[in-house]
């Protein structure tokens, strides 16, 4: 008999406060894909978006308008969102790089994107070939446009714990950088451990840095297996939002030294456990995980994944 006939895991609430509720923002379809050497077909995205949604997850990050000189895998863009059978209260929020990708966003009929910024000089140097300060020159009229339209904006904020070129990130510089993604009009900043060194001591003291920790969300990377540590720590400090990636797929393209995020399934299992609520049934998503990693030819880095499938 299974874990899952056994009645596991047995939920046992915390005596920590937590958020009675955590919402999942998927990252699986955009971040977890776009990392891969080989190019998956859109037809498989989409069936892999549908059953992520059939699983229960609100949020799903379809896919990116970024060049695609610099993100073939994910070129198919327009062609994936015509094709796209959105399901009612489900979001499908697209990554914008620049203007031109808002434009294609906006020619897609989005109706939420994601900016992606850093919080270091080097990383912004390489991934947006811009100063720390300039990149937010070119993101202002990216987000001003963007609300004009009526789009929520979400701006994401990476290597806020650790750079591999520069080390240690000091917290005040992330606090400072992600201020003004909030100032400029972002409703949610996403606080990216890039590369998966953070501590649960770094989150908490980065979190305490921001005073509403309502408009935060966290992104985790398991290269050093502190991605559901560094979680729960988050969630402690009261943040309710939890970027996560279903199977653990992805990493980051401009920065060799990240492994796959935090799997959607082991976070689930980590709040079903704590009595948190996410809407998510665990069983369709390990299935939905299982099928993805069948279609790329590969076992599921996921703990529960590899589990109960």
């Not at 279903?246 to 704590?274: I, Q």
């Not at 590969?298 to 109960?308: D, E, G, H, I, Y």
Request: aromatic share 6%.
């Amino acid at each position: 008999m299974g874990t899952r006939e056994l009645g596991l895991p047995e939920r046992v609430p915390s005596t920590g406060e937590l958020p009675e509720r955590v919402t999942i923002w998927e990252v699986g379809p955009r971040d977890g894909l776009q990392n891969e050497k080989t190019i998956v077909p859109v037809e498989v995205k989409l069936e892999f978006l549908d059953r992520l949604a059939g699983a229960g997850l609100t949020t799903l990050e379809a896919t990116s308008f970024v060049h695609p000189k610099w993100v073939p895998q994910l070129a198919d863009a327009e062609q994936l969102l015509a094709g796209l059978d959105r399901r009612a209260g489900v979001r499908y929020p697209v990554l914008v790089p620049n203007e031109k990708g808002l434009d294609r966003a906006l020619d897609a009929g989005v109706e939420h994107i994601a900016i992606f910024a850093s919080a270091t000089e080097t990383f912004a140097r390489k991934n947006l070939n811009s100063s720390l300060d300039e990149q937010f020159a070119m993101f202002e009229p990216v987000v001003t446009r963007a609300r004009e339209a009526g789009l929520d904006v979400r701006g994401y904020l990476s290597m806020c714990f650790g750079d591999p070129w520069e080390g240690a990130v000091p917290a005040k510089q992330v606090a400072d950088a992600g201020r003004r993604l909030l100032e400029m009009g972002c409703s949610q900043l996403s606080l990216g451990d890039t590369i998966g060194v953070a501590t649960a001591g770094q989150v908490e003291n980065l979190v305490g840095l921001f005073g509403d920790v309502g408009t935060l969300a966290v992104h985790f990377h398991d290269t050093y297996g502190q991605a559901l540590a560094n979680t729960l720590a988050a969630l402690r400090c009261g943040v309710s939002t939890v970027d996560s990636s279903a199977g653990g797929l992805g990493g980051c393209p401009y920065a060799e030294s990240a492994t796959g995020n935090l799997a959607t399934e082991d976070l689930v299992w980590m709040l079903d456990g704590l009595g948190v609520a996410t809407g998510v049934d665990l069983d369709t998503l390990v299935a939905a995980s299982a099928w993805m990693a069948g279609q790329l030819g590969r076992p599921s880095p996921s703990r529960v994944v590899a589990a109960l499938s």
